[in-house]
């Protein structure tokens, strides 16, 4: 267990199961807190997350590459944000479904894509695709079926939960029987579990965030080490201090981002609706973050490979 923890890539991407862990326990064992456990979580992780996009977006590195794809990366994120506006203002419930789904198809691919990073077998690597894509459509049915249009209801939950857990350990022993056991499956395991709460929690926030905070660390873990890796001279010089090497520009905009957007958050719980209705503003954020990373990570861009992918792949 202590070599887990020393091992950073390990417990922060490949299989940072301890942060899901940690948060049931404190939701089951402290149901009083649940409140406190939401706002500490999106502000620490979720959004914090969800900020690492733009000091990743707006480096220096990518000016050249932004000016020559003004569409993708200037006149489409404008879209998306009128789009947000108008769609929470006059098909609420719909645009929330939508957001939802976006939510997990950008989850889901990053999930693939952590696998795609260190998985180099052909015949291994396609598994986890389909079942990673196979289980997450699962999970965003069950979501679907519980909190949207609740056809499983209490009456069956606990036998649906049974028969769910068993069809996970059986597909895990498959994936023992095909590939052996190796760090790959343990990517391959994060992938499948990071929606499996939306089988048992009974608030759908809870159904976004716990699993998730898997997700949130393997980016913040990686886009940290993009900027740090891009900016080595100034931030690893070992002739600066340490206040100003770990508070870099990486870490304040993340900080204050979050701040602010967790702020927001919270407002969704305020009574005064025209208050309330600024949730609108963070969900936007990470609406933005969803399409953005979608043209951040093509590695089927020479500009993405030698500005992210080979950072990535050094040590």
Not at 187 to 216: D, E, K, Q
Not at 262 to 270: I, K, V, Y
Request: contains cysteine.
């Amino acid at each position: 267990m202590f070599n887990y923890f020393l091992n950073k890539e390990i417990a922060l991407v490949k299989f940072p199961i301890v942060f899901p862990i940690i948060y049931g326990f404190i939701l089951f064992t402290f149901p009083q807190f649940e409140t406190h456990l939401v706002i500490l979580t999106i502000f620490l992780l979720a959004e914090t997350h969800f900020g690492a996009t733009w000091p990743f977006f707006l480096d220096k590195v990518n000016f050249d590459h932004i000016k020559s794809k003004k569409i993708a990366f200037i006149a489409f994120p404008i879209f998306i944000i009128f789009f947000c506006l108008l769609g929470f203002l006059f098909i609420r419930d719909l645009f929330l479904l939508l957001f939802f789904a976006a939510n997990v198809y950008h989850v889901t691919r990053q999930s693939w894509g952590v696998c795609n990073l260190y998985c180099k077998k052909k015949e291994e690597n396609k598994f986890q695709e389909n079942l990673i894509y196979i289980v997450n459509l699962f999970f965003f049915l069950v979501a679907f079926f519980r909190f949207y249009y609740p056809l499983i209801n209490e009456e069956i939950i606990f036998t649906f939960n049974i028969i769910v857990f068993l069809s996970i350990i059986l597909l895990f022993c498959i994936y023992i029987y095909k590939f052996k056991y190796s760090e790959n499956f343990l990517t391959f395991v994060t992938g499948c579990l990071i929606f499996y709460p939306t089988c048992f929690v009974s608030n759908p926030v809870h159904a976004i965030i716990m699993g998730v905070t898997m997700h949130y660390t393997q980016y913040l873990y990686l886009t940290h080490k993009v900027y740090t890796k891009r900016n080595t001279s100034v931030i690893l010089d070992k002739n600066i201090n340490f206040y100003k090497k770990f508070f870099n520009k990486y870490v304040i905009t993340i900080l204050i981002y979050s701040l602010i957007m967790a702020t927001f958050s919270n407002f969704g719980r305020l009574s005064d609706e025209l208050l309330k209705a600024l949730i609108i503003i963070p969900i936007t954020g990470q609406m933005l973050h969803f399409y953005l990373d979608s043209q951040l990570w093509k590695f089927s861009e020479k500009h993405n490979r030698d500005n992210i992918l080979r950072h990535i792949n050094s040590e």
